[in-house]
């Protein structure tokens, strides 16, 4: 089965560059979520669109910034990096009809 | 105050033997969904269990299962038979009220399995 896929796996940026995160979501899911989890902490939720809006909005900062396509794809752009921005950044799709959230395998992002 | 609360940083246990990883939740809304999440140390985030605020029954997956005390608010996973596979990063998750709304993460239980 198709499964939510994110590139690239592995990024790294110097601080003050931009980078910029894919996600593609499970076919005919509606809706995605991007989560921020830094080294030994829980993830924590950035943002998430629901039929190419915006639906919610967490602790995201004012550097970052996402949007989805047409295509159901999202990207996550984050500019004026800081070391602190170093974390791995999941994306997760669901559906109306499925309780379940399911995540990609992540992109890990180290800023130096 | 802690929407999820993940008691336990690390546990150790014995292959073969079964373990509960504990979890409480708060929330005032009477519809939510309770989730179990596994992290190897590879990252990713495997899905293992769900328990709606609605359900009687206690979720079964494999060997998994979730003590789900509605009064109490806790949501304990209970693995049995643990493998040295189940050794990983353990989150518990909720979502409040229904629809499309993100997970609240607790800060997760490292389970160690010892041959």
């Known amino acids: 089965a198709a499964g939510v896929i994110q590139s690239p796996r592995h990024l790294i940026k110097e601080k003050r560059e931009t980078a910029t995160l894919k996600c593609y979501p499970i076919p005919r899911h509606d809706t995605v979520y991007w989560y921020q989890q830094g080294p030994g902490q829980d993830p924590q939720f950035l943002i998430s669109?629901?039929?190419?809006?915006?639906?919610d909005k967490g602790s995201i900062p004012d550097r970052f910034s996402a949007q989805q396509f047409s295509d159901y794809h999202s990207e996550l752009n984050m500019s004026s990096l800081e070391l602190g921005d170093s974390a791995l950044y999941f994306c997760?799709?669901?559906?109306?009809?499925?309780?379940?959230?399911?995540f990609g395998s992540g992109t890990r992002l180290t800023v130096v | 105050a802690q929407k999820i609360t993940q008691t336990q940083p690390g546990m150790f246990v014995q292959e073969k033997e079964a373990v509960t990883l504990d979890c409480t939740y708060d929330t005032s809304d009477q519809s939510y969904g309770l989730f179990w999440y596994k992290q190897p140390s590879s990252g990713e985030m495997i899905f293992l269990i769900y328990?709606?605020?609605?359900?009687?029954q206690n979720a079964t997956e494999g060997r998994y299962s979730l003590n789900f005390q509605k009064a109490r608010k806790s949501a304990n996973l209970v693995i049995s038979a643990s493998q040295l596979g189940d050794s990983a990063m353990y989150f518990c998750a909720m979502r409040e009220g229904t629809g499309r709304r993100a997970l609240t993460f607790g800060s997760g239980t490292r389970l160690q399995v010892q041959p």
């Open positions: 669109f629901y039929e190419k809006m915006q639906s």
């Open positions: 997760a799709s669901s559906s109306q009809d499925n309780y379940g959230y399911t």
């Open positions: 328990q709606g605020s609605y359900d009687e």
